[in-house]
């Protein structure tokens, strides 16, 4: 479910679960795993790259609709993981988007210091009220953060969508590359990171990234048994039952 690849002082981790890299238990854990393993390593920056028309279409709902609360909680307790993993490491982490980009895979990918995505009619977003699920403060703040309060509003509450183009103009994505080439544009970003004093630049980047951090841990239990109440609701499980249904 986890590829890593080495290119010289850069390590690519790559999502394999085919079709669409859809987050459950095992790859998050593995991806968790992983990730740690690989920033404990000699390495100077980290790839996270997905499908090459989907990143990651983010948690995998009909495995989810089929977990028991405990298995729920821990699911997404992992999710969370995930991100606080890739938010609080050392070294720089890009994110080459070569598809579309949903939900936790948008999570997972501004929790990233930088992101490549492929031009053309690829879209990202966070799209969970579209599935009728509530978007957490922590994951709120992450596209806040980015694209200011008002914005960041519209796009979230919408569950908005957007195409790369768009993303890049919002300064969702900071680069866009061809679909062939957005590993190779990650790496080319990390390589310059790379070639920089590391002690202050790993310095800065933590004062930097603090605020991340802070919203990803305020996710705490209180925050995840309202969420889980909310997944439980007769509403929530209208929509997603019905969505799912038709595939």
């Known amino acids: 479910m986890i590829e890593t690849i080495t290119h010289d002082s850069l390590v690519e981790i790559k999502l394999n679960r085919p079709p ?8 998050l ?11 404990a390593s000699d390495v100077k920056g980290i790839v996270l790259s997905g499908g090459t028309k989907v990143f ?3 948690l995998d709902v009909p495995y989810l609709l089929q977990c028991s609360t405990p298995e729920l909680k821990a699911c997404w307790s992992r999710f969370f993981d995930a991100a606080r993993t890739i938010a609080k490491s ?5 994110a080459a988007i070569a598809g579309h980009n949903p939900a936790g895979g948008c999570v997972l990918s501004l929790c990233c210091d930088y992101r490549v995505m492929a031009e053309g009619p690829f879209r990202i977003g966070l799209n969970e009220t579209q599935v ?18 008002h914005r960041a509003e519209r796009l979230v509450v919408a569950g908005a969508m957007v195409e790369s183009q768009k993303a890049f103009e919002l300064g969702i994505i900071d680069e866009l590359a061809s679909q ?7 790496l080319n970003w990390l390589r310059k990171h790379a070639a920089l004093p590391q002690g202050p630049m ?14 990803l841990e305020g996710f705490n239990t209180i925050e ?3 969420f889980i109440g909310g997944w439980f609701t007769e509403e929530t499980q209208t929509v997603l039952q019905g969505l799912f249904a038709k595939k």
Do not use: C, H, W
């Open 20 to 27: 669409v890299n859809a987050l459950n238990f095992e790859l």
């Open 29 to 39: 854990d593995q991806l968790v795993v992983t990730l740690e393993k690989v920033i």
């Open 56 to 58: 990651s279409g983010g």
């Open 90 to 94: 050392p070294v720089p982490v890009a």
């Open 132 to 149: 009728g699920l509530a978007v957490p403060e922590a994951i709120q703040y992450l596209m806040r953060r980015i694209v200011g309060p």
């Open 180 to 186: 062939e080439a957005v590993t190779e544009v990650a």
């Open 202 to 215: 790993r310095t800065t980047s933590a004062i930097d990234r603090k605020d991340i951090i802070q919203a």
């Open 224 to 226: 995840m048994e309202q």
